[in-house]
């Protein structure tokens, strides 16, 4: 059964320390992974797609990596406007995308 | 622009009543999809709708029903709730026939007590 995981489960960090969010899979075959960000109350919205191994895509503060088992997003000297939920999804050639449960990050001033 | 539009934001019912969410897209979107969202267990998908005019099950279709009226607008329907059904509902819609980045509504959050 194809499964995505991610950890920590929730992450607190002070303003400007940097950290990394991990999403491991285990799929039958990769097309592509996503990322999204979801704040309290409302719909994900998209980051990053992407697609090999060795990719990188980049946004403000934040960076997504990829390798064959798994995803970074790096967060390089965090804000607090960054506190969010963060997910996960890939696809893995079905018609639809398999979903981590998330990571809830918490940017402290 | 208002992306994708759902209706109501939220909801309580009574076990056993039916309703339907409501959604729409206005970015003229091939895909669409109904995902509920449960507290550590992430997004699972519902059903889908590929293209106008089909429809097809996803991970946990059992007691919904969907209609795909047209390209826009894409309902989901609970014909007799159950407590188990109780989760914030989200609509998607995204521009291909396969997976591309999709674009989410700000949810509907159902109780069903």
């Known amino acids: 059964e194809d499964q995505v995981t991610q950890s920590p489960e929730a992450l607190r960090l002070q303003e400007g320390e940097s950290s990394s969010l991990n999403c491991s899979y285990t799929v039958s075959g990769l097309r592509g992974l996503f990322w999204y960000r979801q704040d309290p109350g409302k719909g994900p919205e998209f980051l990053f797609t992407l697609y090999s191994a060795g990719e990188e895509k980049e946004k403000e503060r934040l960076k997504a990596t990829l390798t064959k088992k798994e995803s970074f997003l790096h967060i390089t000297a965090p804000k607090p406007e960054d506190s969010a939920t963060y997910l996960c999804?890939?696809?893995?050639?079905?018609?639809?995308?398999?979903f981590g449960p998330g990571t809830r990050l918490s940017v402290l001033p | 622009n208002a992306g994708v539009t759902q209706t109501p934001k939220f909801q309580v019912l009574k076990t056993g009543q039916s309703m339907t969410l409501q959604c729409a897209q206005d970015m003229n979107h091939n895909s669409m999809y109904w995902y509920r969202q449960d507290p550590g267990m992430g997004l699972r998908l519902i059903y889908y709708?590929?293209?106008?005019?089909?429809?097809d099950k996803g991970e946990v279709p059992n007691g919904y029903n969907v209609s795909r009226l047209n390209k826009r607008e894409f309902s989901l329907r609970l014909e007799s709730a159950a407590p188990s059904q109780t989760s914030v509902y989200f609509c998607?819609?995204?521009?291909?026939?396969?997976?591309?980045?999709?674009?989410f509504g700000q949810g509907t959050r159902l109780t069903v007590v």
């Open positions: 709708s590929a293209s106008e005019g089909t429809t």
């Open positions: 999804a890939v696809d893995n050639y079905g018609q639809n995308f398999v």
């Open positions: 998607a819609s995204s521009p291909g026939t396969v997976n591309t980045e999709a674009f």
